[in-house]
């Protein structure tokens, strides 16, 4: 291997970006990647309550910061400010998504395009704006959250499925572009959680989900946020979809 190629080190206190912090997840994985010594910086889209409250449990630096990720221009303003306010991001995690579910025949085009662009252009975005300074320094994280509906079939999910199937397809493509420069790119699949975007499922949707699984319970958000240390310390994990879901992926 060529000089050039030796991956760099790790930063003392990495800058994480968690996009849709001020949701279910997003808050357990800012609240781990600070007790893991990063500088957070919050991101909320619309629920700025949620992020300040997360960002007052913090220990270390941290700032929230707001903006559609399906925006190119809302993401270059949000890396901006935590550019000049804690330094350029070090681990991004793409978690902010939405769902908008419906049988095909009845599903407006408006939402699909939505979910998409939300979910997967999103992930391009703050990617794309994170990727140069990260090959530069040659020591970078990027976590997409994905989830098991990016593989297995449920009706109605078309979006959401194809949003997921396509960020596991650019975390793999990725992952091979950048693993020479010490940039890793992995996928965390959560399992079923009961939070924002799962709290008005029917009972019997729930019920369903909990008995189809080996583990026949859900996973709470802290479980699946413990996985953030296995992210920032494997250098040699990249192109990889972490499953945390009870199993569901396997059924
Ligand atoms: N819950 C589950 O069972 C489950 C299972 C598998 C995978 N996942 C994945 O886990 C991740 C977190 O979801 P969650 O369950 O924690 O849901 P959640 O509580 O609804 O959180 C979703 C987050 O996404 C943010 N968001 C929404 N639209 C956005 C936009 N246009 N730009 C930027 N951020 C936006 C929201 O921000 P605001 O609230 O500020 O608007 C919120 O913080 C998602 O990627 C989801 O697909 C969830």
Not at 164 to 175: D, E, N, P, V
Not at 210 to 218: G, H, T
Request: a neutral charge.
């Amino acid at each position: 291997m060529s000089r050039n190629n030796t991956p760099g080190s790790r930063p003392e206190q990495p800058v994480a970006l968690v996009t849709g912090a001020s949701g279910g997840l997003g808050q357990a994985l800012a609240l781990e990647l600070d007790a893991l010594g990063c500088r957070v910086a919050v991101h909320y889209n619309s629920a700025e309550a949620q992020a300040r409250a997360v960002q007052d449990k913090l220990s270390n630096d941290s700032v929230v910061v707001t903006g559609d990720v399906g925006s190119w221009e809302a993401v270059t303003a949000l890396y901006a400010e935590i550019s000049e306010r804690l330094g350029p991001v070090d681990v991004l995690v793409n978690n902010g998504a939405i769902r908008k579910d419906s049988l095909m025949a009845m599903q407006s085009p408006a939402d699909w395009a939505q979910v998409i662009q939300t979910n997967l252009v999103g992930s391009f975005h703050t990617t794309r704006a994170a990727v140069p300074y990260m090959l530069r320094q040659r020591w970078g994280r990027i976590i997409n959250v994905v989830s098991p509906s990016g593989l297995i079939a449920t009706a109605g999910q078309t979006a959401y499925s194809a949003s997921k199937a396509g960020l596991i397809g650019f975390t793999r493509t990725l992952a091979a572009e950048c693993g020479r420069r010490g940039v890793t790119v992995n996928a965390l699949s959560p399992g079923f959680m009961i939070t924002g975007m799962t709290k008005n499922l029917s009972d019997r949707v729930i019920e369903g989900m909990e008995d189809k699984a080996p583990i026949p319970r859900f996973v709470t958000v802290e479980e699946v946020a413990r996985s953030a240390a296995l992210f920032l310390d494997q250098d040699c994990m990249t192109g990889q979809v972490i499953s945390i879901d009870s199993g569901v992926s396997i059924t």
